[in-house]
């Protein structure tokens, strides 16, 4: 399968909105799907709480407003604008929560897949 990614521009305005209910409060995501690549500008309403612990890798980026990225074994890391976090698939049991609102950029893929070490 080809992975290579050719050169291209993504207008984010011209990206459709899709509405996700948390456990409280709402995501909207924008997402732009390649073959090996997906990139999302997503945004948590004031008092969101995600409805799922997530299993998945991603690259996430805070472009503006804070959240917490609460882990399963109870560990909270704080996230304020520009601030980033990554992690590989199954490595981390993980969700999102909000007080005021943000908005991120996530990016995952096959890259962030799990490999076990030689």
Known sequence: MNQNIPFQTINWSE????EH?????TAYWQT???PVLRMRIVEYTAGYVADHWCRKGHIVH??????ISESADGQHSQL????TYVV?????SHRSATKNGV???????????????L
């Open 15 to 18: 990206i459709p909105k899709t």
């Open 21 to 25: 209910p948390g456990e409280t409060g």
């Open 32 to 34: 732009v799907q390649l």
């Open 62 to 67: 805070c472009l503006e407003g804070e959240f």
């Open 80 to 83: 304020i604008q520009g601030m």
């Open 88 to 92: 590989t698939d199954e490595m981390s």
């Open 103 to 117: 908005r991120l950029l996530i990016i995952d893929g096959d890259f962030l897949k799990y490999q076990e070490e």
